[in-house]
């Protein structure tokens, strides 16, 4: 866990404590119970008889749920308590917490068990960027419950504790009074649990004590998650943790968008900040989690759809047909001080929408869903054609209309620095960075596919492909830079190119964008010693104006960026540097417990030996606990053509034996088979192999 | 000159049929209140086909706010989304069908 925090999490409700179990946050410290984006809980401090407790160990239960040991004293070399403390926690819907006390010795005790409580109701944006607030606070107690609450306007936000043992509660928390006898024990059940709006009904807790199975919001439990999904069965013992790993966290980032209600679950971004519907990143999870369970793509595309936009917004950056970028719950959002209700500036969900939709049909066979978002699909190609080009030169461009709060890049690699000239300089705005073009060229094909095929439109589907091939030969004649045969990172506002080296060039590769004739050109310079670390391609290459071996966008290496990188490879017929690339991550995934990180520092393999962590805030992220599962796709080459599905392993030789069992899709289950071939070379001693399809 | 309400759910009213709520069939009641006065719109859509009445029926998502409010968001001033999270407007039932609803709402004059 990162810096000692524990972090169990129920849909988007979620706490964040220290190893004692305790929270004590400031207004930018990400610690507390938050829901729908707000704090509801800053301070909970278990003392007893006036003393903080000193953590023995913890156990993190499931992804809902822990448990700290504790016992009585701070700042000992060693331990010899006659008390122990164990408090079990778990969250939804608020949170339960069973707090025991068991008495060790011979002599019966009395305690003054105590604990503190007080809430900030800070907005998630205002723990991020340590804003204050601007309503009124109270703190009440009733009957045997202490009430906390914060009002703004028609902004109402409460938490109310209570306890099962007789306390005696005061605005500041409970204390206990209490006798333990000899070998004895004392328990009492903590109620945390959450309200909005006037006169608004408290959530009830969840979990209440002695019950112990996970009882997600979604449809399915995590056992019968894990049941439903392939089986892998496999000789490293590493590949099968990193596996089971991912299965875990992705049921945990499985979240159901309130709005649209309902119990069917998306992927959230990630945790904690980013625990809400995501355009890029719950399309990019969908893709990368389709051979292994499609749920989350039909509630993704089926809420991204409900969502679409209509209007033409400045604040939200909002346009008919866009997809959105993210969307908020908290009081900023509320009170318009943050456009997330939701906000549209991100330019290429859209494109990746149909891209999703097309795949989850090749996968799934559901045609209903398809013709049932027909319209949403329309709307979304026509927004490529008729709001993204803002230069009017053919190519999709981002700017954003909201200049306060909207975002600069709205691509993924979306920091302030991402997108430079080899010199450093950064491009004044409009913007177009390559992969949108490759997006732009796939999901025309992919939409002429299901017009022919689904929709009944074939003019429709000649049109897109007509247009598809002309964004392609307009695309290999304007990106391409002839002296160091690749593709630019971007067309600045003047048509001219950004021509620094990045791993958008994979991007490329996997939406087929790129001439077959350019493509031994373009791998050459991926698995070249410039992008390719050895764990790795990095997001910008050594030797670019502004590599940083440990910059977010401009030398890390992303897992996620790494396995479509990978799917790239493949389209071209590189499967040997694709398993280079799988066999890289998945080596790196061993170094963090099989939970691969957001990011990772460039440096070369040979020189750190281990993978360096990008010191981030969230963790798992989604697209990183996605990318084994496509890793594994990839490298059992799984393809689903017609109503079959093709297996064309290369695996790592690191690897040995691999079976992948039960895939699910519109055969029924198949079962796939590989053995590790590939060699895993550094990056400096490597010739291509022979591009084949 | 009728209210920006009025004049939302009678134009809403008049285009019988909206292909942004084809995926729809439910109905909406919007109960607004003028200091103290209630007015009511009962929206009923059937894959897209509208009726609009100011019937008093049960529905499958309620929408309750003052009709000020009300105006201001048909009119372009304010967006429903924010209310909604504000706890300005309060709803009961489906909201789905209020997320479908939500966008034949009017842009923001500032962004035409």
């Not at chain 1, 822990?66 to 004293?73: A, H, N, T």
């Not at chain 1, 306007?153 to 000899?182: C, H, M, N, W």
């Not at chain 1, 392993?649 to 079962?671: T, Y």
Request: charged share 25%; aromatic share 10%.
């Amino acid at each position: 866990m990162n810096g000692g925090l524990v972090r169990i999490l129920d849909g988007n409700t979620f706490v964040v404590s220290d190893s004692r179990g305790d929270i004590e946050a400031s207004l930018t410290d990400p610690t507390g119970l938050f829901s729908f984006d707000t704090r509801f809980l800053s301070t909970w401090i278990l003392t007893v008889n006036g003393e903080r407790l000193n953590p023995l160990s913890v156990d993190d239960l499931a992804y809902f749920e822990s448990r700290f040991f504790l016992v009585p004293g701070t700042g000992t070399v060693y331990v010899d308590s006659k008390l122990s403390v164990i408090r079990r926690r778990a969250v939804g819907d608020g949170f339960h917490e069973e707090l025991t006390i068991l008495n060790h010795d011979e002599e019966p005790v009395e305690l003054t068990v105590r604990i503190e409580a007080a809430c900030d109701f800070a907005d998630l944006f205002e723990v991020k960027d340590a804003l204050q607030k601007k309503g009124a606070y109270s703190r009440r107690v009733s009957g045997r419950k202490l009430l906390l609450g914060y009002e703004r306007e028609s902004y109402i936000r409460q938490t109310a504790i209570s306890a099962s043992a007789p306390a005696k509660v005061d605005e500041q928390g409970l204390t206990f009074s209490v006798y333990v006898a000899p070998q004895g024990s004392w328990t009492t059940d903590l109620d945390v649990v959450t309200a909005a709006g006037a006169g608004g009904t408290y959530s009830r807790p969840k979990y209440q004590r002695g019950q112990r199975g996970a009882r997600p919001n979604m449809e399915r439990s995590l056992e019968r998650w894990l049941a439903d999904a392939p089986r892998l069965e496999s000789e490293s013992d590493s590949l099968r943790a990193t596996y089971r790993r991912s299965l875990v966290d992705l049921a945990a980032l499985r979240f159901s968008p309130p709005v649209v209600g309902g119990a069917k679950s998306l992927p959230a971004a990630g945790l904690p900040w980013f625990m809400t519907m995501f355009g890029r990143d719950s399309i990019f999870t969908s893709l990368q989690a389709l051979p292994f369970t499609s749920e989350l793509a039909a509630t993704t595309l089926r809420a991204l759809g409900d969502w679409q936009g209509t209007r033409t917004d400045d604040f939200r950056d909002e346009d008919p047909g866009r997809i959105l970028h993210e969307m908020r719950y908290g009081e900023m959002t509320a009170f318009e001080e943050r456009p997330h209700s939701p906000y549209y500036g991100c330019a290429d969900a859209t494109m990746l929408y149909v891209v999703l939709l097309d795949e989850y049909e090749r996968w799934t066979g559901d045609r209903r869903l398809v013709r049932e978002l027909r319209n949403e699909a329309r709307a979304a190609l026509r927004w490529i054609d008729d709001y993204a080009d803002l230069m009017g030169n053919g190519y999709v461009s981002y700017q954003r209309r909201n200049e306060e709060t909207g975002l600069e890049n709205q691509c993924w690699k979306d920091s302030w620095d991402s997108i430079s000239y080899r010199d450093g300089r950064l491009p004044g705005f409009p913007r177009a960075t390559c992969e949108l073009q490759g997006y732009a060229y796939d999901a025309k094909v992919r939409a002429a596919r299901l017009a022919r095929e689904v929709w009944g439109d074939p003019d429709w589907a000649d049109e897109l492909e007509r247009q598809a091939a002309d964004l392609k030969r307009r695309f290999n004649r304007d990106f391409w830079v002839e002296d160091g045969g690749y593709f630019a990172l971007a067309l600045d506002s003047e048509g001219k190119q950004v021509d620094s080296l990045t791993s958008n060039n994979g991007h490329l590769l996997w939406s087929g964008i790129v001439a077959k004739s350019k493509a031994k050109s373009v791998v050459r310079n991926l698995m070249g010693p410039r992008l390719f670390s050895g764990w790795g391609i990095r997001t910008l290459a050594e030797g670019e104006g502004r590599y940083n071996p440990i910059g977010y966008h401009v030398g890390t290496v992303w897992p996620f960026d790494c396995s479509f990188i990978a799917w790239g490879l493949r389209r071209y017929g590189f499967k040997e540097e694709a398993a280079q690339v799988a066999g890289g991550i998945l080596d790196a995934a061993q170094f963090f417990d099989g939970r691969l990180p957001e990011a990772f520092g460039g440096y070369e393999r040979g020189v750190t030996k281990y993978p360096v962590q990008y010191p981030t805030a969230c963790s798992p992220q989604a697209w990183s606990t996605g990318a084994p599962l496509l890793l594994l796709r990839t490298m059992l080459g799984l393809e689903p053509v017609d109503d079959r599905l093709l297996v064309d392993p290369m695996l790592p030789d690191s690897i040995g034996l691999v079976a992948l069992l039960d895939i699910p899709g519109r055969w029924g289950r198949m079962d796939a088979f590989a053995r590790g071939r590939a060699a895993v070379l550094p990056p400096r001693a490597r010739s291509l192999s022979p591009a084949r399809g | 000159m009728p209210d920006a309400t009025t004049e939302f759910f009678t134009e809403l009213e008049q285009r019988g049929h909206e292909p942004l709520l084809e995926k729809a069939t439910g109905s909406l009641r919007f109960d607004l209140v003028d200091n103290g006065r209630r007015s009511r719109w009962l929206v009923e859509i059937d894959r897209g086909d509208i009726a609009v009445s100011h019937r008093n029926a049960k529905a499958d998502c309620v929408l309750r706010s003052d009709k000020a409010l009300f105006d201001r968001i048909a009119s372009g001033e304010e967006n429903a989304v924010a209310a909604v999270l504000r706890g300005a407007i309060t709803i009961d039932g489906n909201r789905q069908l209020l997320v479908l609803f939500q966008r034949l709402l009017p842009a923001p004059k500032t962004s035409a």
